[in-house]
């Protein structure tokens, strides 16, 4: 901790980060609402991807109210003026933050997954998509194994403990490149090019591709905001003033988060979207002169094969 006050003051970083990832959030809810709203009315007809993107949400939510409970211990500021029993309040929460933020981003890009899985009954792409959901499993479950054992004892990682063993810095670094970081670059540009086959062949309605290029463009968008994470990760140190340089970390991990189980929601808009262009006469921009392939659409709670 600085013995020196900071040259800018007792300021805080937190409200404008807070403020984005609550604008965030209500449009994530938003989204993730009417897809639930179109699974259940008029028939009740949920299935495995919905309830993963469900345990996202909820998953979210509660990091966001950890975050705001940070906020109130002091997140933001500089350590300097905290109180040391505000500042260990404030860095467990985090720490809850940082367990439940790895789950949110995980359960949305396996409901991604699966609700890929059903635009295409080819043994090859099962495979695939199925390699993709392992590894993202194995992914979160190695992430939060490290998250535990990088201290020890563990309550080193929020307060002051004497004679604790903790990770390195480079160490806790390689932890973020491989777990938290890598492994996802991979899997959101992995899923956000999937689809590209089936657009180019797909002879379905203009509205349903467009979804499926929604999901691909916040996918990009997702892995891009987790590029800038490793950007910043390189310079990243929880040992000096951590309430405050661990901000700007936290908006970028909340951002991909919440990017994501929008993506995982927006492909199953079209019921609500169909709905409200009729109100003003427009059409669903169905492809009316050309067959359909035989081809899963993309709510196959409701049909599963749709006959040329």
């Given at each position: 901790?600085?013995?020196?006050?900071?040259?800018?003051?007792?300021?805080?970083?937190?409200?404008?980060?807070?403020?984005?990832?609550?604008?965030?959030?209500?449009?994530?809810?938003?989204?993730?609402?009417?897809?639930?709203?179109?699974?259940?009315?008029?028939?009740?007809?949920?299935?495995?991807?919905?309830y993963?993107?469900?345990?996202?949400?909820?998953?979210?939510?509660?990091?966001?109210?950890?975050?705001?409970?940070?906020?109130?211990?002091?997140?933001?500021?500089?350590?300097?003026?905290?109180?040391?029993?505000?500042?260990?309040?404030?860095?467990?929460?985090?720490?809850?933050?940082?367990?439940?933020?790895?789950?949110?981003?995980?359960?949305?890009r396996?409901?991604?997954?699966?609700?890929?899985?059903?635009?295409?009954?080819?043994?090859?792409?099962?495979?695939t998509?199925?390699?993709?959901?392992?590894i993202?499993?194995?992914?979160?479950?190695?992430?939060?194994?490290?998250?535990?054992?990088?201290?020890?004892?563990?309550?080193?990682?929020?307060?002051?403990?004497?004679?604790?063993?903790?990770?390195?810095?480079?160490?806790?670094?390689?932890?973020?490149?491989?777990?938290?970081?890598?492994?996802?670059?991979?899997?959101?540009?992995?899923?956000?090019?999937?689809?590209?086959?089936?657009?180019?062949?797909?002879?379905?309605?203009?509205?349903?591709?467009?979804?499926?290029?929604?999901?691909?463009?916040?996918?990009?968008?997702?892995?891009?905001?987790?590029?800038?994470?490793?950007?910043?990760?390189?310079?990243?140190?929880?040992?000096?003033?951590?309430?405050?340089t661990?901000?700007?970390?936290?908006?970028?991990?909340?951002?991909?988060?919440?990017?994501?189980?929008t993506?995982?929601?927006?492909?199953?808009?079209?019921?609500?979207?169909?709905?409200?262009?009729?109100?003003?006469?427009i059409?669903?921009?169905?492809?009316?002169?050309?067959?359909?392939?035989?081809i899963?659409?993309?709510?196959?709670?409701?049909?599963?094969?749709?006959?040329?």
């Amino acid at each position: 901790m600085n013995t020196q006050a900071p040259p800018d003051g007792n300021t805080t970083t937190a409200p404008q980060m807070v403020n984005i990832c609550a604008i965030l959030l209500c449009v994530a809810l938003i989204v993730f609402s009417l897809r639930i709203y179109t699974h259940v009315r008029p028939v009740f007809k949920l299935v495995g991807e919905d309830y993963i993107v469900s345990l996202a949400t909820v998953s979210e939510i509660t990091v966001f109210s950890l975050m705001i409970a940070s906020t109130y211990h002091g997140l933001g500021r500089h350590e300097f003026y905290v109180k040391p029993e505000e500042l260990e309040q404030a860095m467990h929460y985090l720490y809850g933050v940082m367990v439940l933020g790895l789950w949110a981003a995980t359960l949305a890009r396996v409901s991604v997954a699966y609700m890929l899985l059903g635009l295409n009954n080819s043994l090859a792409w099962r495979i695939t998509l199925w390699a993709g959901i392992t590894i993202q499993i194995a992914n979160v479950v190695g992430a939060n194994i490290c998250l535990f054992l990088q201290c020890s004892p563990l309550r080193a990682m929020w307060a002051v403990v004497p004679d604790a063993k903790c990770w390195s810095s480079v160490q806790a670094q390689t932890y973020g490149y491989v777990f938290a970081v890598g492994t996802s670059i991979v899997c959101d540009l992995f899923f956000a090019f999937m689809p590209i086959p089936l657009l180019m062949t797909l002879n379905r309605p203009f509205l349903e591709r467009m979804l499926l290029a929604l999901l691909m463009a916040l996918g990009l968008c997702a892995a891009a905001v987790a590029a800038l994470k490793i950007y910043h990760m390189s310079s990243f140190d929880l040992t000096n003033d951590a309430l405050r340089t661990v901000v700007e970390m936290a908006l970028l991990s909340r951002v991909e988060e919440l990017v994501l189980i929008t993506a995982a929601c927006a492909p199953f808009l079209k019921s609500p979207t169909e709905t409200f262009l009729r109100r003003f006469n427009i059409s669903g921009f169905k492809n009316g002169m050309r067959s359909l392939g035989t081809i899963v659409p993309l709510d196959r709670s409701s049909s599963h094969t749709t006959a040329s």
